[in-house]
């Protein structure tokens, strides 16, 4: 692994070089002998005039294979910087969905330019896609798939993907179509190979087809392909019309997103994967729900405030109020990473739900209980007070059970409303249990507040 990131590396030193030589030929012939990742990486590294030269070098189809390993977010600066003629080449070279995606990325007025002086056929293939709703199974399938009629042979089939599958995302699934271009079947690449040349492609297809809607929930479908372990999922219209295809690469992409997605809701932030480098535009993304928090905030310090009394008589109890609501923030985050966990991936039906509820209640009372009786234990040698250990062990107790309660059941609410779980993100957590565990310390300790004098 070391040797290989050291040749990579070296290569990497000879490209520039080269590039600075304006050796265009020997630039050609190590460039092309690197993994387009590879590639994208020097590519990427780049300054401007150094990318405008590259341009010059590489045909439109070498240049779709590199944007295909470039992070959508840095696209726009690729594409717009490139001579527009050569930028739509290049789209027409891509992979559909991936042209797509990269086009949803500019504004308007670059997408119609582009389209203005694109190829007409590639064009429309592109516009076909374009107009789907944002993060739905239609919105990141590709038309580019091999089908079929069912009453076709085996021969004529082979025949036809080879002719196809140039073209073609993948070519492991054959999608098997009736005379009304309806989707009935679907065959297996090695099902195909191994079949006799004039066996009936009907007699040999898996009727079993599992398809989603063209309008589904891109996490659903990514859902769908982990669960289903298939490399392509087909989707289809209202009428089971075949529409296009999700590979399983398009999914990892949508994994990511949804995972990043779900990670900034978590952390209070809008957009967790943005590289805007601008100060004052990330302020303003972080801003709202700082504030949120910031008047939570100031409920808690209003409840300490209404037990000014208790504090004026035993001030003591106030050095323990950052362990407790420490506490009780850590393990209600703790309980909704596992919650909001089981909700994306789908393991939480009403009897698992109640489940859930009912160890994460039993988790707390075990957890509370043992950090209880270490608190007694430490407050009783280091200040001599075993009522005062008592008291905080019981608070922790019963805070830690009732974090861990709400860290799990806010987002089953928040799902049963069809509000995203992730929402309710760590910060909103940890602020809701502050609130909690200094009613129930105060509370107690004002009850109990004869045996502390």
Not at 12 to 19: A, G, I, Q, V
Not at 119 to 134: N, S
Not at 143 to 148: D, G, K, L
Not at 257 to 284: C, G, H, M, T
Request: charged letters at 25%; one cysteine or more.
């Amino acid at each position: 692994m070391v040797e290989l990131k050291e040749e990579v590396e070296l290569k990497l030193d000879e490209l520039s070089s080269l590039l600075g030589k304006e050796d265009t030929e020997g630039f050609r012939a190590l460039f092309l002998d690197m993994h387009p990742y590879d590639q994208a990486v020097f590519f990427k590294e780049q300054e401007t005039k150094d990318r405008l030269t590259i341009y010059t070098y590489l045909s439109p189809k070498e240049m779709s294979d590199i944007m295909e390993y470039i992070d959508l977010e840095e696209t726009e600066q690729f594409i717009t910087e490139m001579d527009p003629h050569f930028a739509t080449m290049v789209f027409a070279e891509m992979a559909v969905d991936d042209a797509v995606d990269i086009l949803k990325e500019l504004t308007k007025d670059e997408v119609a330019s582009f389209f203005a002086i694109m190829d007409k056929k590639a064009a429309d293939e592109i516009k076909a896609l374009l107009h789907y709703e944002e993060k739905t199974a239609g919105s990141i399938m590709t038309t580019e798939f091999v089908s079929i009629l069912k009453t076709q042979t085996v021969k004529e089939t082979l025949k036809e993907m080879k002719i196809k599958a140039p073209e073609a995302e993948t070519i492991y699934y054959t999608y098997v179509l009736d005379e009304n271009k309806r989707l009935v079947g679907v065959l297996s690449l090695r099902n195909l190979i191994i079949a006799e040349e004039d066996e009936i492609i009907e007699n040999i297809m898996s009727e079993n087809v599992v398809s989603v809607s063209v309008g589904r929930d891109q996490e659903e479908v990514a859902q769908m392909i982990r669960d289903y372990d298939f490399l392509a999922l087909p989707v289809v219209d209202f009428q089971n019309h075949l529409l296009g295809i999700i590979t399983v690469d398009d999914i990892l992409d949508v994994m990511e997103e949804e995972a990043s997605d779900d990670y900034s809701k978590f952390a209070a932030l809008v957009d967790i994967d943005s590289r805007d480098s601008n100060p004052i535009q990330s302020a303003k993304k972080r801003l709202p729900w700082l504030i949120i928090l910031l008047f939570l905030g100031m409920i808690t310090a209003s409840l300490i405030g209404s037990f000014e009394q208790t504090l004026e008589k035993v001030p003591i109890v106030a050095i323990f109020i950052p362990l407790i609501a420490g506490m009780a923030g850590n393990a209600g985050t703790q309980s909704l990473a596992v919650a909001v966990r089981g909700i994306a991936v789908g393991n939480y039906g009403a009897e698992k739900r109640i489940r859930l509820i009912l160890r994460e209640i039993t988790t707390g009372l075990f957890v509370g209980g043992a950090c209880g009786i270490v608190v007694v234990l430490l407050i009783y040698f280091w200040k001599g007070n075993f009522f005062l250990g008592v008291l905080v062990g019981i608070a922790i107790l019963a805070t830690l059970t009732v974090a861990t309660l709400s860290g799990a059941l806010i987002p089953l609410i928040m799902e049963r409303l069809n509000i995203d779980p992730a929402v309710a993100s760590g910060p909103f957590i940890t602020t809701l249990n502050d609130i909690t565990s200094v009613l129930i310390y105060f509370g107690m300790a004002t009850v109990f507040m004869s045996l502390l004098l």
